[in-house]
C-alpha cells in the first residue's frame, strides 16, 4: 500500500511537472551572428601581386601566397565560406595538400571561422601566438569583450609562433608581427613579393578598431591602451609599400570583378587614423564616467 501511495504521488508531480511545461512560453530562439552582405558575397580570385592573391568575398580578406613548394592562406572569413576558399584554390591550381600553412590576424569568427574545415580538407598546419591558440582552441567562446557570442568551429594550434619568426614558403618568408589591440593576440604579417618584375613589401596589418570595448579600467584587459599604442608605433615601421588589412575598406580597397583601391593607404597613416580614433573613443568614455559620477 505504501508503495502504492508512493507512486502514485510521484505520478503526480509528473503530470504536473508535464501540464506545466506545455502551458509555459517556448525558449527564446538563439541568436546567430549576423554580418553585412558584402562579407558573405563570393567572387573570383584577384590578384594582388605576383604570388598573392585575394580569394575570400567582397568584404572579407582571405589571402591566398602561392609558390611552385606550396601556399599558405591568411585569413579565412565567415565559418561558412569554407567551400568557397577550396574551390577558389582549386581555381589556382593549388591541390588540398599543397597548402602548407594556415595563418591569420585576429581570432575573431569573421577571419578565422572556416579554418578547422579547411585543416581537415588539406592537412596544413595552423600557425599562431599563443594568445590567440587559447581563443581558437574555445572556439570564440569566452571572448573578452564580446563573450560567446561570436563563436565558431574550434582548432589547436600547431605551431606557436614567436613575436618577428619567419615562416619560409618556397621562394617566399612570411614575418609575423605581434600587433595586440583588437584581441591580445592578434596578428600582423609582412613579404616581399613582386609586381611587373619589380619588389613590392607586403603588409597585411590587422583590425585596429575597438569595438565597443572598455578601454578605461578594464578588469579583463587592463593594459589594453597601452597595447594599442605600442601596436600604432610598430605598425607605422612595418615594411609597407602595399597594405592589406582584414576589412578591404579599412586600407582602401574594393573587391569585386576587379581588386581596386580607391586612395593608397601607408601603414603609417592606417596606425595614425586608428590613433585618432582611439583617442576620440577614450575621451568619450572618459566623459560618460564623468557624467556617471556626477549624478550619483
Known sequence: MKIKTLLSAAALVLLSTNSGAESAAPLPQLRAYEVPASWRQPIEPLQIADHTWQIGTAGLSAL?????????????????????LLRNLGKLGVAPGELKWILHSHAHADHVGPLAAIRRATGAQLATSAESAQLLARGGAGDLHFGDGLMYPPLNADRLLQDGERLPVGELALQVHFTPGHTPGSLSWTWTDTRQG?????????SLSAPGYQLLDNPRYPKIVDDYRASFARIGQLPCDLLLTPHPGGSGWKYGEQAERSKPISCAAYADNARKKLDKQIAKERAEVAGQGARG
Do not use: H, S
Open 64 to 84: 591566398l601566397v602561392k609558390t611552385d613548394e606550396g601556399a599558405v592562406l591568411i585569413d579565412g572569413g565567415m565559418p561558412q565560406m569554407a567551400d568557397l
Open 198 to 206: 619589380k619588389p613590392v613589401q607586403i603588409a597585411y596589418v590587422d
